[in-house]
């Protein structure tokens, strides 16, 4: 059996006559305003400035609406600040549960830890010195945690310590001799 996701079209029509800019989606700025005073997208529809990865992007995920929602409700209540998330999936499937965070188009080169054969692997996806994305399935809990922290932060590491297995991400840290360096943690 084979499923494949390849995601969605939102329906416009709705909000053709009504003054909303529309593109792929509602678009948005970087605080899920609209071009309409007091009105915000969110969610699969909201196609929104990304700071962190300067571009346009719009996310289906449940994940993803949830959290402009929570932040366009502090919008409205006064709070402006700019969306600042890191694009996120997951799954679960059977004893496989994987996680995918940020953006790989701007990445450089992949590298890889754990044995798919033996259920786990992690890949890290980077550009120069810093982390862009991160895929882990079934690997450790620190490597989970490590990655939108990594991503939203864009904190420098050192390369070579995501190939040693023996080293974990709390010592990533750059230019130095990981299995020295000072946590990140």
Known sequence: MVVVGIGVVPE???????????????????????????????????????????????????????????????????RREPFIHVPYFFSDVFDLSWEFWGDTEEADRVLYRGDLGRGGI??????????HAAFVMNRPDEERRAAPLLIAHGTPINAECIANMEIPPARWTPAQNCETGPSLA
Not at 41 to 66: M, P, S
Not at 122 to 131: C, H, M, N
Request: a negative charge; one cysteine or more.
């Open 12 to 78: 416009l029509e709705l909000y053709r006559q009504t003054g909303l800019q529309l593109d792929a989606g509602v678009l948005a700025n970087q605080f899920l305003e609209t071009n309409i005073p007091d009105v915000w997208a969110v969610g699969d529809i909201c196609q929104y400035e990304d700071v962190l990865f300067g571009k346009r992007r719009r996310i289906e995920h449940w994940d993803n609406a949830k959290s402009q929602g929570e932040h366009a409700a502090r919008a409205m209540l006064g």
């Open 122 to 131: 992690s890949a890290w996806w980077l550009r120069g010195d810093q982390v």
